[in-house]
């Protein structure tokens, strides 16, 4: 079996969750790569390693690995993604962040996450992803998102106005701080915060919500995912600015952004099959009531 590890930077406290996970692969004999920066963070945290490297999606798709295994939070998968894209390579998340809806791997259970793996212990959820198209190809090689896409304000205070199309159809033409596309993964995340829905992420949608709109009846609202979403901006600024995951851009009010379904999927890896909805009863504590007890 082959592997990749990926993670952005070593901390101190997670020194020892480190060390485990390079003993665990060397006691199972799991070949493995090592993203080149990480391994220089680990590194300077003493942590030796004589693992070969990797940097970049032609090298992952030389080394065609079994799995990538991502130490950090859900923000080390987004990001790994960016390498991933369409090579189909199954992510387990080993948590090492806060809330960790995506990478919900223990990290006090290295070993028996390792051995799951290696038996075939486990099971694989395919999650939607947006892609976006543009005259200047904002986001290059990867302009695609696990999470979601914003339009915001970018240099004062003044509301801008987001004209959003469904299919070519008016949708709304919101006055507001910026306008949000999640997928169901995206759902629980900047999407939740400023009042959209919770979507199951095999439900097939995407979810369109205004930041802070001054509409009172504009409200977040859910789509099918294979419908074509275009984008369109004015306001007082001469600049804007977008996102896809955790990068971003700026536009201009003469650009148009459209936003589809990616024809290929991230895959992650669950190891003790536990569902979506058991997932948001233990991170966002659903259930957790005195008059339930």
């Known amino acids: 079996m082959q592997v990749l590890i990926y993670g952005r930077i070593v901390k101190e406290e997670d020194r020892q969750v480190i060390k485990q996970l390079l003993d665990t692969l060397s006691e199972l004999r799991i070949k493995a790569h090592i993203l080149e920066a990480f391994k220089s963070s680990a590194i300077e945290q003493n942590l030796k390693s004589d693992l070969p490297t990797f940097n970049s999606y032609n090298d992952i798709k030389k080394i065609r690995p079994d799995f990538l295994i991502s130490l950090g939070g859900d923000g080390t998968i987004l990001s790994a993604m960016t390498l991933i894209r369409d090579l189909a390579v199954p992510i387990l998340g080993i948590n090492l962040g806060r809330l960790g ?33 543009s005259e200047r190809n904002l986001f290059g090689e990867c302009p695609v998102a696990l999470n979601d896409f914003t339009v915001l304000k970018r240099d004062n205070s003044s509301m801008i106005l987001i004209h959003c199309y469904i299919n070519g159809e008016l949708l709304n033409s919101y006055w507001a701080d910026g306008l949000i596309v999640s997928t169901p993964t995206g759902s629980t995340s900047y999407s939740l915060s400023v009042g959209g829905p919770i979507v199951t992420p095999d439900s097939g949608n995407f979810v369109i919500s205004p930041v802070a709109p001054h509409n009172l009846n504009a409200r977040p609202v859910v789509v099918s995912d294979d419908v074509e979403i275009s984008i369109r901006v004015e306001g007082r600024s001469e600049t804007y600015l977008v996102t896809l995951d955790a990068r971003n851009n700026t536009i201009s009010d003469k650009e148009e952004l459209v936003l589809t379904k990616c024809n290929y999927t991230a895959k992650l890896v669950s190891l003790n099959n536990s569902s979506f909805f058991k997932t948001i009863h233990k991170k966002l504590n659903w259930g957790t009531d005195k008059r339930n007890s």
């Not at 070993?111 to 290696?118: D, F």
């Open 101 to 133: 809806f995506l990478a919900n791997a223990d990290k006090n259970k290295i070993h028996q996450s390792l051995l799951k793996l290696k038996n075939g212990d486990f099971s694989l959820q395919d999650r939607t992803m947006l892609q976006l198209r």
